[in-house]
């Protein structure tokens, strides 16, 4: 099974962007639907945002307008970008595809 990885969390103040990479060995993005969610102590792993093979993409209603979720044509890597950041964004963002997560990337914002 290939692992996605995550990076480019980190801190930023509320109002701010930052742009969240999901990385494969394998080009499976490009056949297989792909999705990230996040995480906060004590609260259940919630979806954030998603793209199909076919690049359509979807939003959970709380970041509807202020992330984009885009892909690379060789599949490989899959972006979120993260404009208009609050704190109540902050969590641990994973990505997930063919049954696999990642690792998690931390996301903190500050008020």
């Known amino acids: 099974q290939v692992q996605p990885v995550e990076s480019g969390g980190g801190l930023v103040q509320a109002g701010g962007s930052l742009r969240l990479h999901c990385e494969a060995t394998e080009s499976i993005f490009r056949r297989n639907d792909m999705a990230w969610y996040r995480q906060t102590p004590g609260k259940q792993r919630e979806w954030v945002a998603s793209?199909?093979?076919?690049?359509?993409?979807s939003y959970a209603d709380s970041v509807k307008g202020r992330f984009t979720i885009a892909k690379t044509s060789n599949g490989y890597t899959v972006f979120l970008q993260m404009n208009s950041l609050k704190p109540e964004d902050t969590g641990v963002y994973y990505c997930?595809?063919?049954?696999?997560w990642g690792q998690g990337t931390q996301v903190t914002v500050s008020s």
């Open positions: 997930y595809c063919r049954q696999v």
């Open positions: 793209i199909t093979s076919g690049g359509s993409r």
